[in-house]
């Protein structure tokens, strides 16, 4: 065997002993309430597709109608010769739908993250997540350069003793540097809500600017699902809204709203919107199709249902689980602990027709693993009496 060969299945043996291999699973179907898995229709409650769009023909036709206006392709990055009218229409509809100048858009919220840090922070900055924000916020705050500093989940004296940390470099006299808060405001793996109006009453106290995540608030929570920030009346405080276009809104891809002026640095100095290939006008046009039904009666319907999911779900995983709390999002977690436990439950539901994920470490911490359960606008009260019926086999 080649000294290569022997690198990876050693580095494979090791994930495997832990309890933390991951395989593709391949789904033969459409997104959906019920999905195709090797020959098997399971209930599926993995999805973030909340709304039930994903596979929405509103959705589906505007993407046909761009390929037979526009091609399969873009072409090239948006400031070589890819931004075509499709982007611009879907950013003026965002920052409609946000309320705030302008938006940019990228092909993932991942890279939203990554180029968004990179253009704001370097190393004099200061940076400080929650300890539950996505991985794509920790590796773009790696990248950055900026000092990191971690605050508990949701603790905001925790947040306030190292913005008071950050207050006392100014008064040794270096110039103030700049402090950027990160966090989501519907986490993705325990599906709890950040305290919002806290939050920006603290950090205007300090100075400090927010960039507030809202990939599983948007579409979801507030009116007309315009997100969390927009619920609890703090949007015009936010410095940085970012969100994804790939959950609820039914398409792919992530995007930034704020101010003209923060979207302009973003053109000029966001690596991976500078460096990447434009979205294809299918997905742009599908995201446009996903914010107009967000905002329609039947949006306002689809969310109506969803939320008596929410509460069905929740009170399902409630009377499992004592460390659950309540839930105000779709995301509902059953907490198990062990990471081999986890897998052999999701295993278990999906001999029985039901499929939810267990996640592992990295996602969440070692020793967190869980069932992760989602809720749609498609599913059923129906469905959720069989989630019911099949945990209680378990
Ligand atoms: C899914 C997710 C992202 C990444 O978005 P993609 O478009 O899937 O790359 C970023 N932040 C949070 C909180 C997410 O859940």
């Known amino acids: 065997m080649s000294s290569f060969e022997y690198h990876l299945k050693e580095a494979l043996e090791n994930i495997s002993s832990a309890g933390l291999f991951r395989q593709l699973r391949q789904i033969d179907s459409p997104q959906g309430v019920h999905i195709a898995v090797d020959g098997q229709r399971l209930l599926n409650f ?5 709304l039930g769009l994903a596979n929405h023909p509103a959705l589906c036709e505007a993407a046909v ?66 300890k539950l924000v996505h991985a794509c916020v920790v590796d773009a705050a790696r990248l950055s350069g900026a000092t990191l500093r971690i605050y508990r989940h949701n603790d905001l004296n925790d947040l306030e003793r190292i913005l008071k940390w950050a207050d006392d470099r100014t008064q040794a006299g270096r110039a ?23 939050l920006v009453r603290l950090k205007n106290h300090h100075g ?41 809104l039914g398409a792919a891809g992530g995007y930034i709203c704020g101010s003209r002026s923060l979207i302009d ?38 969310r109506e249902q969803l939320w008596n999911r929410v509460r069905d779900l929740a009170d399902i995983i409630n009377s499992r689980d004592a460390l659950s709390t309540i839930s105000h999002s ?44 989602t809720v749609s606008a498609d599913h059923t009260e129906a469905d959720l009496v069989q989630l019911r019926k099949t945990l209680d086999e378990l």
């Open 46 to 50: 993995s999805s973030n597709d909340y």
């Open 65 to 130: 109608r761009e390929v037979a206006m526009f091609g399969a392709g873009s072409g090239a990055s948006r400031l070589i010769s890819g931004s075509l009218h499709v982007h611009a229409e879907l950013e003026e509809r965002l920052a409609e739908f946000k309320g705030t100048q302008a938006a940019l858009t990228f092909s993932s919220g991942y890279s939203t993250a990554i180029g968004t840090l990179g253009a704001l922070l370097s190393k004099n900055d200061i940076i400080i997540l929650d």
């Open 176 to 198: 103030r540097p700049k402090a950027l808060i990160v966090t989501e405001s519907v986490f993705s793996m325990d599906g709890d809500l950040a305290p919002l109006q806290e």
């Open 208 to 248: 400090a600017w927010l960039m507030l995540d809202e990939a599983h608030a948007t579409g979801v929570s507030g009116r007309k699902g315009a997100g969390l920030a927009r619920q609890c009346d703090v949007a015009e405080q936010v410095e940085i809204q970012m969100g994804t276009l790939g959950k609820a």
């Open 265 to 302: 640095l973003l053109i000029n100095r966001a690596r991976s919107f500078i460096f990447s290939t434009a979205p294809v006008p299918a997905v742009a046009g599908a995201a446009i199709a996903g914010i107009t039904l967000a905002r329609s009666a039947e949006g306002d319907a689809r």
């Open 330 to 373: 779709p995301i509902q977690p059953w907490i198990v602990g062990d990471e081999t436990r986890a897998v052999e439950l999701a295993d278990e539901l999906r001999a029985k027709g039901i499929y939810a994920p267990a996640i592992r470490y990295p996602s969440v911490g070692r020793g967190q693993a869980r069932l992760r359960f």
